[in-house]
């Protein structure tokens, strides 16, 4: 017989975030616990025994034939194989994992009680119990209801999305963060914007371009060997990573890129999987895993944190496709949701997707306009609370229409009105072409609106 159980995942020591997905990955190999879906990932300041560093904390849901004993068994397996060592109770540990719920039972020994006695005072169980829906309701109230009665937090807590090792984490929640500028490397004979500048140049050129990128201020390197444009030749896989790979491997040779992310640019699975092993870190989607079937569980089993953008169709049939019915703010978050919980039931972690409303792809003039008006009401939609947002709104024809610039180099001062609109509405990252003068646009928006 099959149950259903909510497992609590904490982590304070080392690369807490690995300690975590590892921790997971043991639990799929037992064959006796599967992982449904997983919950964002919180850091919180320690509990009880104050003086420690802070932890990383989520709640994942299982199915699992075994009975609670012998899953807590399980559980506490997994956390003596990763090495977890108890020096005090609710000390420091590498790996924390504790059963929460498990059906709808009530259970009580001398080694387990569930539902846990402590979870309705702790914020770092209700708020990850909250991300995953169906909420299951206990006796004294829902999960929401729990957690709208606890003590206002002094330091408000905000899902964490990894970018790389050497990056700190997007905390789309803060008020305070900072937006990464994510800056575009086309590396295409054909690119709409720059027209093949940074096709096929030589090592020493390409080196000074990402060195000049990254003193602008960005922070992620968007690399790209496919042409997303209408009409764009299709290369094949090869070609594709033929154009990227060596990209990467000079990118990875430059000192001053220890705390940049490299994103890459494909919709295309085997180029992905060919990038990560190369050394990238993101993958930026834009057909979220619609163009490739085997995109989301490639990603899923890489471990890799994957931008799902939002368009229709292909780029040759994207532009026939802009009927949204219940209007372009609501259709965007309904197929945007849907594609999160693809991702979820490959095995993508929740705390490993940024989202992408996907300006320009599969959206008239106004409804790119209306996409940025109302940015924060994408953000707050019902199932996608948490997730941080891309914007790419850099050099697009919608620009170029509304100020009248033809030429799609020069739509800098539209672009930068349109990063500008990005951040106050609550954008994490900006995908840009101007990496000098959109860094300082960032810098002056996140004075206005994060500080």
Known sequence: MKHRAFVALGSNLGDRVAMIEQALKEMDQTRKIRVLRTSSLWETKAMYVLDQDKFVNGVCEVETSL???????????????????????????????????????????ERLQIPHKLMLEREFVLRPLCDLPPHIDL???????????LPK????????????LNLPSIASQDPQRRTHVMSILNLTPDSFSDGGKHFNIPASQLTDTIRAHISSGATILDLGGQSTRPGAPQVSAQEE????????EVIKSIPETEHVAISIDTYRAAVAEAAIKAGAHIVNDVSAGLLDENMLPTVARLGATVCLMHMRGTPETM????????????????E????VRAAEEAGVRRWRIILDPGIGFAKNQEQNLELLRGLDKLRRWPGLEGFPWLVGASRKAFVGRITGVKEARERVWGTAA????????GADVVRVHDAKEMGQVVRMADAIWRH
Do not use: C, W
């Open 336 to 339: 945007l949701l849907e594609r």
């Open 153 to 164: 937090s002094s330091d408000p807590l905000s899902p964490l999305t990894p970018l790389s």
């Open 67 to 109: 009975s609670p004993i012998e899953l807590l068994d399980e559980l506490q397996g997994i956390e003596n194989k990763m090495g977890r060592v108890k020096v005090i109770n609710k000390g420091p540990r590498n790996i924390d994992l504790d059963i929460v719920l498990y059906d709808n039972e009530t259970f009580l020994n």
């Open 241 to 248: 990573m033929e154009r990227v790979l060596p990209a990467i």
């Open 418 to 425: 349109a990063v500008t609109a990005a951040v106050q509405g």
């Open 319 to 334: 532009n026939s496709l802009t009927s949204y019915p219940d209007g372009v703010v609501a259709g965007v978050a309904t």
């Open 139 to 149: 006796p004294a109230g829902s999960f929401q209801y729990q957690l709208s009665h």
